[in-house]
């Protein structure tokens, strides 16, 4: 099984960057995604790492340390749209070479004036 | 353009009705997943498919049926609607299982409510 854990709720001003972390606990670990979730709408893909490092994407970042099962999401220059819930989701391979996702609960950020 | 579907998209229903939710996706993707987003429990995994007649049952898969009759549908079914199932369904799909990363495609979602 898996065991995710993030933020339950952060706030952050207009313009200022915020980390998001992620921490992880899995067995077969086969990639890590964020995704994006407007209240009252569907979650959107954000960034997807499978190797240690940091993986850049216009003003989202996002970093993964495999051996310390640890993940962050990197928000730049925050805009007020931004404010949404980020999901930390897991990638486990299971017998027969298939793959299961599984998702954190979602840190909702609150970005501020 | 590809995209995925869900309907209705605001469901009430009665305790002990047989409900079904639908998911029409256009991606020609294999991978089709149903979930349910609950709050302070997130986006839990009722039942997942990777192909036309394979289904599996995720964490919280009692009381909900799938069945995958061809690439683009995977209808969920609620035998026998509990209050407890109230909540927010939302159905994805992606492309492939192994080797690359495979980002779900969500579909709007489906608010049900059972009274």
């Known amino acids: 099984g898996q065991n995710i854990d993030q933020p339950t709720e952060m706030t952050a001003t207009e313009g200022a960057i915020v980390q998001i972390n992620c921490t992880y606990q899995?067995?077969?670990?086969?990639?890590l995604f964020w995704y994006q979730q407007h209240a009252g709408e569907a979650p959107t893909f954000l960034s997807y790492?499978?190797?240690?490092g940091l993986e850049e994407k216009g003003r989202f970042s996002s970093f993964l340390s495999r051996s310390k099962g640890y993940s962050y999401l990197l928000l730049k220059e925050l805009q007020m749209k931004d404010s949404a819930s980020y999901l930390c989701a897991v990638r486990d391979e299971e017998s027969g070479g298939y793959q299961k996702v599984t998702f954190g609960t979602g840190t909702k950020l609150q970005v501020i004036p | 353009d590809a995209e995925i579907t869900q309907s209705p998209r605001h469901k009430i229903t009665e305790t002990g009705r047989q409900v079904t939710l639908a998911c029409h996706q256009t991606w020609n993707h294999n991978n089709m997943f149903w979930y349910r987003q609950d709050l302070g429990h997130g986006l839990r995994l009722i039942h997942y498919?990777?192909?036309?007649?394979?289904?599996n049952k995720g964490e919280v898969s009692d009381g909900y049926s799938v069945s995958r009759s061809n690439t683009e549908d995977l209808p969920l079914t609620l035998e026998s609607a509990a209050s407890s199932q109230t909540s927010v369904y939302f159905c994805?799909?992606?492309?492939?299982?192994?080797?690359?990363?495979?980002?779900?495609?969500f579909g709007p979602g489906t608010r049900l409510t059972v009274l």
């Open positions: 790492n499978v190797l240690d």
């Open positions: 498919s990777y192909g036309v007649q394979d289904t």
């Open positions: 899995t067995s077969g670990f086969n990639g």
């Open positions: 994805a799909s992606s492309l492939g299982t192994s080797g690359s990363y495979n980002e779900q495609f």
